[in-house]
């Protein structure tokens, strides 16, 4: 493995582990973008928490960048076979995203979430996409991809189990959460912020 892969990955294991604490995950996808590596390693490489309510407009104008996210949904994700399965509602979430209308696009977006680990992970019919204990991790014949694959699996487990499906009973959350916008729960609207729609 070339030396400067090798510390890239590194310090996405790290800058992710830190996000997690704070409730975030970040995709390679973004990550292994230089002004994307940059921006997360700036807020989250530090074990420390971020106040998100600052970081969260940096995070939405590097990640909005036209040219960046043009690239990422066109070769990120509309050439991918799953993709497409979820492409009307990826296209609409974004255009939602772009018209700052968070309660549109987080509502859209959270199911496809779902979907997506059942394909990617090979979930068998019966079994549940949100429990880790049910992955087929995927592999490839190159080591680089694999260590990739194995960092951001770890911080997804992490982020599903402790965030995103986790068992939520308070109304007054704002922490993103499926189980409280899938049972009509939801009290405190500050639920629908840009930050939940980031993340």
Not at 4 to 19: C, G, H
Not at 45 to 53: D, F, I, P, Q
Not at 85 to 111: C, R, V
Request: hydrophobic share 40%.
């Amino acid at each position: 493995m070339n030396t400067e892969l090798y510390e890239t990955i590194v310090d996405f294991r790290k800058t992710s582990q830190n996000a997690i604490k704070n409730k975030w995950i970040i995709s390679p996808l973004e990550y292994f973008w230089p002004d994307g590596k940059l921006l997360f390693d700036n807020i989250f490489k530090e074990n420390n928490t971020v106040s998100l309510k600052i970081v969260t407009p940096l995070i939405y104008k590097n990640c909005m960048d036209c040219h960046l996210r043009a690239n990422m949904i066109v070769l990120g994700f509309m050439k991918q076979p799953i993709a497409k399965k979820f492409s009307l509602e990826i296209e609409n979430g974004l255009l939602n995203f772009y018209k700052l209308d968070f309660l549109s696009t987080i509502s859209q977006w959270i199911y496809i979430i779902e979907g997506y680990m059942k394909i990617i992970f090979n979930v068998q019919n019966g079994q549940s996409s949100i429990d880790p204990d049910n992955w087929n991790i995927p592999e490839t014949d190159d080591p680089h991809y694999d260590n990739i694959i194995s960092n951001f699996t770890e911080s997804l487990s992490l982020f599903s189990k402790n965030v995103l499906f986790c068992k939520n009973y308070d109304s007054n959350s704002i922490d993103l959460n499926r189980h409280l916008l899938l049972h009509g729960k939801i009290s405190n609207k500050e639920f629908f912020i840009q930050s939940n729609a980031l993340k």
